[in-house]
């Protein structure tokens, strides 16, 4: 319990505006990267073989941005999970340069869904028991 899954990524000239800062939306597609190594790293459940029955979409997405991060920096993402229910996971992120200032930080919720073959159903699954315990090597308990 109480570990962080930390991943660094290098601001490249794809991730910047203009001004040479990232821009917002490419921060979320950092953050996509950084859940979807999560569950193939470390949950062992990669999106390559979890979508051909089941998904894990967003949908609640709290962010905050703390500062700019500029191209050429490298970025430590981690994540961590806030609260683990049956079918939902509650994470925390943060983003911070190579001094340790926060850049981007917030929570993000998920929920594990099966859906049929043709993809016309999707509906809430809990998570395996199995799943359940390697997620919990991330829970973070607050008082």
């Given at each position: 319990?109480?570990?962080?899954?930390?991943?660094?990524?290098?601001?490249?000239?794809?991730?910047?505006?203009?001004?040479?800062?990232?821009?917002?939306?490419?921060?979320?597609?950092?953050?996509?990267?950084?859940?979807?190594?999560?569950?193939?790293?470390?949950?062992?459940?990669?999106?390559?073989?979890?979508?051909?029955?089941?998904?894990?979409?967003?949908?609640?997405?709290?962010?905050?941005?703390?500062?700019?991060?500029?191209?050429?920096?490298?970025?430590?993402?981690?994540?961590?999970?806030?609260?683990?229910?049956?079918?939902?996971?509650?994470?925390?992120?943060?983003?911070?340069?190579?001094?340790?200032?926060?850049?981007l930080e917030g929570e993000v919720?998920?929920?594990?869904?099966?859906?049929?073959?043709?993809?016309?159903n999707i509906k809430a699954e809990?998570?395996?028991?199995?799943?359940?315990?390697?997620?919990?090597?991330?829970?973070?308990?607050?008082?």
């Amino acid at each position: 319990m109480n570990q962080y899954f930390i991943k660094t990524e290098k601001v490249r000239f794809q991730h910047v505006d203009y001004a040479g800062i990232v821009f917002y939306p490419r921060f979320l597609e950092m953050l996509n990267c950084l859940v979807e190594d999560w569950f193939e790293e470390a949950l062992e459940r990669p999106f390559s073989k979890m979508h051909e029955t089941n998904g894990i979409p967003t949908v609640d997405l709290k962010v905050q941005f703390k500062k700019a991060a500029r191209l050429g920096e490298t970025l430590t993402k981690k994540l961590w999970v806030k609260h683990l229910g049956g079918a939902s996971l509650l994470c925390g992120f943060q983003f911070e340069d190579e001094k340790g200032t926060i850049c981007l930080e917030g929570e993000v919720t998920l929920v594990n869904v099966a859906f049929t073959e043709n993809r016309d159903n999707i509906k809430a699954e809990a998570f395996s028991e199995d799943m359940k315990h390697k997620i919990n090597k991330y829970l973070f308990v607050t008082l």
